[in-house]
Nanobody, 126 residues
Framework: QVQLVESGGGLVQAGGSLRLSCAAS????????MGWFRQAPGKEREFVAA????????NYQDSVKGRFTVSRDNTRNTAYLQMNSLKPEDTAVYYC???????????????????WGQGTQVTVSL
């Protein structure tokens, strides 16, 4: 099992930028693909971005392509989500997750990930 802790959320104006971090402990970080998901109050959790175990392949929700960048630093056991050109509709709790079963993939469904962080709030104002 692995523990994941997100950080870096906050309140920003539309058009601004924010970088989220996901620190992992308890297992070998490089053996997992990492995903980012978000959930607004009363809405379904949705896929944002994912990255394979070695960073060789990434996957993005269409609505964030060109604005968000997922990356990882396996020497620091940390995954990142760089968010640029933020919009009010990006407001949500953002979660990182680890996929131990198919780490060579960057999968996009919540049920494909076994381990989850506690979430970090991102609020984008008008």
């Amino acid at each position: 099992q692995v523990q994941l802790v997100e950080s870096g959320g906050g309140l920003v104006q539309a058009g601004g930028s924010l970088r989220l971090s996901c620190a992992a402990s308890g297992r070998t970080f490089s053996s997992y693909a990492m995903g980012w998901f978000r959930q607004a109050p009363g809405k379904e959790r949705e896929f944002v971005a994912a990255i394979t175990w070695n960073g060789g392949r990434t996957n993005y929700q269409d609505s964030v392509k060109g604005r968000f960048t997922v990356s990882r630093d396996n020497t620091r056991n940390t995954a990142y989500l760089q968010m640029n050109s933020l919009k009010p509709e990006d407001t949500a709790v953002y979660y990182c997750a680890a996929d131990s079963r198919l780490p060579a993939m960057a999968r996009s469904r919540s049920y494909e990930y076994e381990y989850w962080g506690q979430g970090t709030q991102v609020t984008v104002s008008l």
